[in-house]
Structures are given as C-alpha cells and as structure tokens.
C-alpha cells in the first residue's frame, strides 16, 4: 500500500494521494466496435419536405425579390407589413422611414403584438433608439435584421405561435428570376 501512495508537497499540504496510473496503455482511448455510416448521425443523409401548415389564417413568408415578397401564396409589391391575419402596403421606403409614425399600426393592434420584425433590406440598419424605446415601452419587442433574416425569423415566431408582426422592405439585391426562398 505504501507504494500505491506518495507524500504531496508542502505548497498543497502534506497529504497522502493516490498514484496515478494510465487506464490504457497505448494513452488513446480504444473503442469496442468501428463506427458505420448507420451508426452516426452525422453520416446519415438529411430530408426536408415542405411542413405542412396547420391552418391557413397563419401567414408564412414564402420568397422575396427586390421587387417584393409571397406571403402565404399572395404576391405583395413593395414594402409590407404583415399582421396576423392580414397583409398591408407598408408606406415606407428606406430603413431611414421606420419612424414612430411608420410603425403605430403595430402599437394600435388587438390582440397587442408581442415582437416585431423589421427587414431592413440587404444589411441591417440601425434605427433611431427612441422609436425602439417607444415600442417597447408600449410593451412591444423590436428585431431589426437583414430581410433574408427577418423573413425567417417571423416565420419561425409565428410557427411558435406568438403574436408577431413584419415590416419588411424588399433587398435590392435579389433579382426577379431568382427569387430566394426562405428556408
């Protein structure tokens, strides 16, 4: 027993421990079997079919363009705003129009929006803090992302059921014959 124990130095007290002894000779881990490309996720092929909705008053973004979007089979030019059950022309043009006035419609709403999204076009834009400040003292969150984002975004909060809202402006960049879906 004497030599399976040794005397710790002063510095961390004079203590007895036990020696350390490898568990494996070789120092690497040994498995017991070789993995097979069934024996791991990340070798097994993914699928994605379309989800099927649970009904049709839930509004989905589907694609966009730089000249608009397809919500829920609708095709919207320009600016939107989308509701829970409703699909709006949004009168604003560059992120530099989402003012206080440009998103009352969302603080006048019933049942009140718990979160907006607003798509600022191809890059994320910052807006001016007091009309954030004022949203969320109205007890309403504010995301501001790129467009391809708040697209995905929304779809994701309104698959979970919350009361949200859009505002999105198109991303200039997206050509018309290759409108991008969102995923």
């Known amino acids: 027993m004497a030599g399976a124990l040794r005397l710790l130095g002063p510095r961390l007290g004079w203590r007895f421990a036990a020696a350390a002894e490898p568990l494996y000779s070789s120092g690497q881990p040994q498995r017991g079997h070789r ?6 996720e990340m070798y097994q092929k993914t699928t ?3 989800l ?6 839930i509004m989905f973004v589907e694609g966009y363009t730089s000249r608009g979007f397809t919500i829920s089979g609708n095709g919207v030019i320009g600016p939107c705003a989308i509701l829970p059950r409703a699909i709006l022309q949004w009168n604003v043009g560059t992120h530099k129009d989402i003012t206080a006035e440009s998103l ?3 603080r006048l709403l019933e049942p009140r929006i718990e979160i907006v999204v607003l798509g600022t076009g191809d890059k994320v834009e910052r807006l001016d803090p007091a009309v954030i400040k004022l949203m969320r003292q109205c007890g309403i969150a504010i995301e501001v992302q790129d467009t391809p984002n708040a697209c995905a975004t929304f779809n994701f909060l309104t698959n979970e059921r919350r009361v949200t809202a859009a505002g999105l402006i198109p991303p200039p960049g997206i050509r018309e014959d290759s409108g991008a879906a969102v995923g």
């Open 104 to 106: 009352a419609l969302f």
């Open 52 to 57: 099927e909705r649970e009904s049709k008053d």
């Open 35 to 40: 993995l097979t490309p069934s024996d791991d």
């Open 48 to 50: 994605i079919q379309s």
